[in-house]
Structures are given as C-alpha cells and as structure tokens.
C-alpha cells in the first residue's frame, strides 16, 4: 500500500528489511546497542561484524534517540539505530518515547542527508507494545514530518508478518 505526502511517498509492505535497498534501514536496538535477538539479530547476521565494531565504539543509546553506522555488507548504506521503549502497561511515558524513536531517526536521516529510509514495527515484537497503538504512533509522526521536510523521499514501513501489515493499513486508513 503507498500514500502520497507532498512529494514524498509512504510504502507499507511485507517483508524482510535487511533486503531492503533503501539508504538507511532502522534498527529497533537496545540501550547498550549490544545486539539481540528479532529484527537487531537479523541486521547484525546480514549486515556482518562491522556494524557491532562501530556500535561498540559509539557504545549506546538512550530510549526513545537514535544512532547511526554504516551498514556493513547490508544493501542498504546505513543503519540507524533507535531504542524503543519497553512496553509496561502504558504508564512509563511509552507513547512519547515511541514517537521520539521515529522522530530522532528521521532527523537523524534528514541530518545526513538521506533519501530513503525503512522502519521495522519498532517496540512491538520483544519489548511488548501493543500493535495498534504503535502502528498509529509510526505513521502518525513519520506523516506529520514528511509533511514538514521534503528531503526525504521515500519512507517504507517493512513488516515482518501478515498480522503486523494487516494492523498498519488498518490505522493507515484510520489516519486518511
Ligand atoms: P523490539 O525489542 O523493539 O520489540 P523486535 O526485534 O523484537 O524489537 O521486534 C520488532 C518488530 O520487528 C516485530 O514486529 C518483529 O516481528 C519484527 N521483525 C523481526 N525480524 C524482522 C526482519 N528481519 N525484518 C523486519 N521486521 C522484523
């Protein structure tokens, strides 16, 4: 599914991310940047040892920020890490953590000069979030930036199973 936003364009699809050939795919990464298991596993298996070097040497990242490294043997150029938070019943200051982990990697994609980006449901595997209510913060703030910057062109949401996709088109069209 693809929507319009001035002269950017928003993609949802289904898929593996580090297939991805946008500039920079996003990492949902822990605090200590120390990989993991879900999609961070993935980026590190695909992506090869020299995304954990440069990772190592900036050492970690706060919730809800964002930090980037090159994206070793990944077809994307980069890789920009951001911590979600860990879901716990809503109480936690979650939301506003959520949208800071898409808002600070987009700027930090706009910072660097890049053109397309590709986020996987950040917070919403291991750490807990609830679907629905991560989808809407997603695409909520990643269509009120576009909507401000137009320097980056494409922005892809890559989910990685059926129900995940399902759930985004489903607050996408609440949204529109
Ligand atoms: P978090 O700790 O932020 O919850 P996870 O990696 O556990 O991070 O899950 C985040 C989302 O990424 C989940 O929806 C999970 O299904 C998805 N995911 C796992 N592997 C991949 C992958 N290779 N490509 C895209 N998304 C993935």
Redesign the pocket.
């Known amino acids: 599914m693809e929507q319009h936003i001035n002269a950017s364009t928003l993609i949802l699809t289904c898929?593996?991310?580090?297939?991805e050939t946008t500039d920079a795919i996003i990492n949902?990464?822990?605090n200590r940047l120390a990989g993991?298991?879900?999609?961070?596993?993935?980026?590190h298996r695909?992506g090869g040892p020299t995304i954990m070097k440069e990772c190592r040497k900036i050492g970690g990242c706060p919730t809800g920020k964002a930090v980037i490294t090159t994206g070793g043997n990944l077809k994307a150029k980069y890789v920009i890490h951001t911590?979600?938070p860990?879901y716990q019943e809503g109480t936690r200051n979650e939301a506003a953590l959520l949208k800071s982990a898409y808002l600070e990697s987009l700027k930090l994609a706009s910072k660097k000069n890049l053109k397309s980006v590709a986020f996987?449901?950040?917070?919403?595997?291991?750490?807990?979030?609830p679907?629905n209510e991560a989808a809407n913060i997603a695409l909520q703030t990643t269509i009120d930036y576009l909507k401000e910057h137009q320097d980056i062109t494409l922005v892809k949401f890559?989910?990685?199973?059926q129900n995940?996709y399902n759930i985004f088109i489903e607050e996408l069209k609440k949204i529109r």
């Open positions: 898929g593996d991310i580090t297939k949902a990464a822990n993991g298991g879900g999609v961070d596993g993935a980026i695909t911590v979600g860990r996987p449901a950040i917070s919403t595997g291991v750490y807990g979030y679907l890559v989910l990685y199973d995940s």
